[in-house]
């Protein structure tokens, strides 16, 4: 081997020190297939498992995994549609049942996915961070024999001697926030270091996030209440209209409170093309926290819930409930309650169903049930409009479509707004028509035949939609992908870079200034940032006046042959 080959070996040699440990990221090598044995087999897979490029692939394919879950029915979102679409589809449903495609987010194969990259992350970001701290507690390496190799350079001559520029150079680099320290006939200074430190961040944030999500998923729970003002609510499972789970939450994790809706206030644009659109939409309500807790006032916004704990209370919707009268032949009252109605349009014109199951008797004194179909418009139009006109209390008309009989609720689940009309019959008029009548505030609807009375009060209440929602990982999930976003940008906005200045004096006893950097990768950042510090040492260590003046005093940094 000729000296030549020697030295460019050896230049090479000292170029990869002084570029190594820019990053903390593990070295590529090449695969080798180990030898036979458990143990060989076992530090293969786990370098593979903890790899970057493999928690990529995770990642992505956790990704993919979810897609099933937004698209397929999923029982513990709702498991009324799952059903409906085994009843549709007889031929996936089943394969589906295979793949645990109803069921997603608790399948097998997706919680396989989970841990195995929960593993992978932890596996990769340990060593990675003992690296990290002890590349904080080192010092940046010396400068290589041939600065000139670098692919930022530049040099001068300069009177100063080489201590007063190896000084006046470490406090520049100091000042300008680098790590730097005398190494030998250089100094050595190095900057960046948050770039790693945000890829690492990002890297601990994809596991708070997935640990979020996972506890979220597993000890979350989500319910609803409608409420009719002047109702209370106690957070408690047999309050609640429709409740569902995680699978590992337990009705002793409930945060212990109770709340009551006083009043709930809407208004409503009157004219011009927002018409009928919300201005204000809130409920007042009073809470108590535990069991004996001093009442509060407070008031639930859209998007403005109440917190309580880890609990949180959302206003989600709104209707009226009409203040409903019944009296029987003998002009007893048999039922008077305000029925929530559920709206059909923006216009809040709305449809439930008044049911009398107790006390009621006909005009011959027999023991009978009620059933009212009842169609409420806040605002009539008059005529033969059948839709609200607007969402507010203007002209308020209740239409009622009365029956009597058997409603079918002994022994058997029923919706209250529907109407079972199997054992019923219809109230007939004196023209033999089914009955049906439009009452104002105040108006009563006489039944035939002595057989009663219905009355629309004039007080029509409203009432309020609330869901109770419990997450206890939201938090730590907001603050995870915030920490992700942060550390992300930092890892690809802020580059890590090395900078030297060497001054020696040369055979002419003149000082020889030569300074270089090094970025982990190739970017116009490092020169330019190198030309500004060669810049500003020169005038403190200006070029020698004895220079010929064909000869420039500064090579400029992207001017170095290699």
Excluded at 86 to 103: C, E, N, S, V, W
Excluded at 203 to 216: P, R
Excluded at 279 to 300: D, L, M, W
């Amino acid at each position: 081997m000729s000296k030549t080959e020697t030295d460019n070996g050896q230049e090479q040699e000292d170029l990869g020190a002084a570029g190594s440990q820019l990053s903390t990221a593990p070295q590529e090598e090449t695969t080798v297939v180990p030898g036979l044995g458990v143990i060989g087999w076992a530090r293969w897979f786990w370098r593979q498992l903890t790899s970057m490029r493999v928690a990529l692939l995770l990642l992505l394919l956790l990704s993919l995994g979810a897609i099933p879950g937004s698209l397929i029915p999923q029982t513990a979102a709702d498991a009324s549609k799952v059903d409906d679409f085994r009843q549709a589809h007889r031929t996936l449903a089943p394969i589906y049942d295979k793949l645990g495609l109803f069921h997603v987010y608790s399948s097998v194969w997706f919680s396989a996915i989970y841990i195995l990259l929960f593993v992978s992350l932890i596996g990769c970001i340990v060593p990675r961070t003992w690296q990290f701290v002890g590349q904080l507690r080192g010092r940046p390496p010396g400068a290589p024999k041939r600065l000139d190799r670098l692919p930022a350079y530049t040099t001068w001559r300069t009177t100063a001697e080489p201590e007063q520029v190896r000084e006046a150079a470490l406090a520049l680099l100091k000042k300008r926030r680098f790590r730097a320290h005398v190494a030998g006939d250089a100094v050595a200074a190095e900057k960046g270091y948050v770039r790693e430190l945000g890829n690492l961040v990002f890297h601990v944030a994809l596991i708070v996030l997935l640990t979020a999500f996972a506890s979220g998923q597993m000890f979350k729970s989500d319910g609803t209440k409608l409420m009719v003002e002047g109702g209370g609510f106690s957070n408690a499972l047999p309050q609640y209209d429709d409740f569902k789970s995680g699978s590992m939450f337990s009705t002793d994790d409930l945060v212990p409170f109770s709340f009551g809706l006083k009043d709930f206030e809407g208004t409503y644009e009157l004219t011009g093309p927002n018409r009928g659109t919300p201005r204000t939409f809130q409920a007042k309500i009073t809470y108590s926290e535990g069991a004996y807790g001093k009442e509060k006032p407070a008031t639930v916004k859209v998007n403005q819930p109440l917190e309580i704990g880890d609990s949180k209370v959302y206003l989600v919707s709104h209707g009226y409930a009409p203040v409903i009268t019944v009296r029987d032949g003998k002009g007893k009252v048999v039922y008077q309650d305000a029925v929530p109605l559920l709206p059909l349009d923006g216009n809040v014109t709305s449809q439930g169903v008044i049911k009398v199951l107790d006390g009621y008797r006909n005009a011959q004194g027999q023991k009978e049930q009620l059933g009212v179909r009842a169609f409420f418009l806040p605002t009539y139009g008059g005529g033969t409009s059948v839709l609200s006109q607007f969402p507010a209390l203007l002209n308020p008309v209740l239409n009622l479509e009365p029956y009597h009989g058997d409603l079918g609720v002994d022994g058997f689940p029923q919706s209250v707004y529907q109407l079972d009309k199997t054992h019923m019959k219809a109230f007939k008029d004196a023209k033999g028509l089914q009955l049906r009548g439009n009452l104002k505030p105040g108006q009563t609807l006489q039944l035939p035949n002595g057989a009663g009375s219905i009355t629309l009060e004039k007080d029509i209440k409203e009432w309020a939609g609330f869901e109770i929602v419990q997450e206890p990982g939201s938090g730590w999930a907001l603050g995870g992908a915030l920490a992700a976003i942060f550390g992300l940008a930092a890892s690809l906005f802020i580059q890590r870079r090395r900078v030297w200045v060497r001054a020696v004096r040369g055979a002419d006893g003149v000082t020889v200034v030569e300074m270089a950097g090094l970025g982990r990768s190739e970017s116009a950042k490092v020169p330019e940032e190198l030309g500004d510090l060669a810049g500003t040492l020169y005038d403190q260590a200006p070029g020698a006046p004895d220079r010929d003046s064909t000869e420039s005093d500064v090579v400029p940094a992207e001017g170095a042959e290699k």
